[in-house]
Nanobody
């Protein structure tokens, strides 16, 4: 089994910073995608940032404010968030495409979510 555990969500004032972490553990052969999504009540979950094949991609709304990074040795992905705005308030979810053996294909796993609240 594979588990993704997120941490780092908190209440912060507008203009502040937070760093989210997501650690993958369990039966892991390889990881070819790790990303962060966010969701607010009544809206669809949206991609915030992702890293795959050494390349990072960002939603337009967070470019130049958020930075995604990955530590391959620790199977961990980070999201450094700066210049936070009230509209960044959401539950942030980690996602990873993980292969558990040489003979199996990737499976998409999700973390439990971590709340980020930005006050004005």
């Amino acid at each position: 089994q594979v588990q993704l555990v997120e941490s780092g969500g908190d209440l912060v004032q507008a203009g502040g910073s937070l760093r989210l972490s997501c650690a993958a553990s369990g039966n892991i052969f390889s990881i070819n995608f790790m990303g962060w999504y966010r969701q607010v009540p009544g809206k669809q979950r949206e991609l915030v940032a992702a890293v795959a094949g050494g390349s990072a991609n960002y939603a337009d709304s967070v470019k130049d404010r958020f930075t995604i990074s990955r530590d391959g040795a620790k199977n961990t992905v980070y999201l450094q968030m700066s210049s936070l705005k009230p509209e960044d308030t959401a539950v942030y979810y980690c996602s990873a495409h993980i292969t558990s053996s040489y003979y199996s294909g990737p499976v998409n796993y999700w973390g439990q979510g971590t709340q980020v609240t930005v006050s004005s």
